[in-house]
C-alpha cells in the first residue's frame, strides 16, 4: 500500500510559480509510475502529467506542455510538479497517484493523495 500526501499549493497570480510536491510511504515508491492530476469547480478530474518509476520517462496533457514539469526523487520517495506561467485555468485541487504503469488514464492508478489547492488569481 502507498500513501500519498500532496503540499504545496496556494494563491498565486497569473503568470507565477509553483511547486507542488507529494510525499510517499512505503519502500516500493521507486516502483510505481506517478502521475498528477486535477479537478476544477464543476469539471471533471484531468490528467496533467506523469513520470515513469525511474524517472526517464515523462507526458504532459497538451495544456500544460512547456509550462508544467513533472520530476521525482526516489531516495527522498517525492514526486514533484513545477508549474510556471500560471493562467486562471490552471485553478484547481491537483492530486497525485500511484501506478503500476505508466499511464495518463486515472482508472490506472491505484492510489491517490487527497489534493492540494492550487489558485490562480487575475
Known amino acids: 500500500q502507498v500513501q500519498l500526501v500532496e503540499s504545496g499549493g496556494g494563491l498565486v497570480q497569473v503568470g507565477g510559480s509553483l511547486r507542488l510536491s507529494c510525499a510517499a510511504s512505503g519502500r516500493t515508491f521507486s516502483s510505481y509510475s506517478m502521475g498528477w492530476f486535477r479537478r476544477a469547480p464543476g469539471k471533471e478530474r484531468e490528467f496533467v502529467a506523469a513520470i515513469s518509476s525511474s524517472g526517464g520517462r515523462t507526458y504532459y496533457a497538451d495544456s500544460v506542455k512547456g509550462r508544467f514539469t513533472i520530476s521525482r526523487d526516489n531516495a527522498q520517495n517525492t514526486v514533484y510538479l513545477q508549474m510556471k506561467s500560471l493562467k486562471p485555468e490552471d485553478t484547481a485541487v491537483y492530486l497525485c497517484?500511484?501506478?503500476?504503469?505508466?499511464?495518463?488514464?486515472?482508472?490506472?492508478?491505484?492510489?491517490w493523495g487527497q489534493g492540494t489547492q492550487v489558485t490562480v488569481s487575475s
Open positions: 497517484a500511484a501506478s503500476s504503469t505508466f499511464a495518463s488514464m486515472s482508472w490506472e492508478y491505484d492510489y
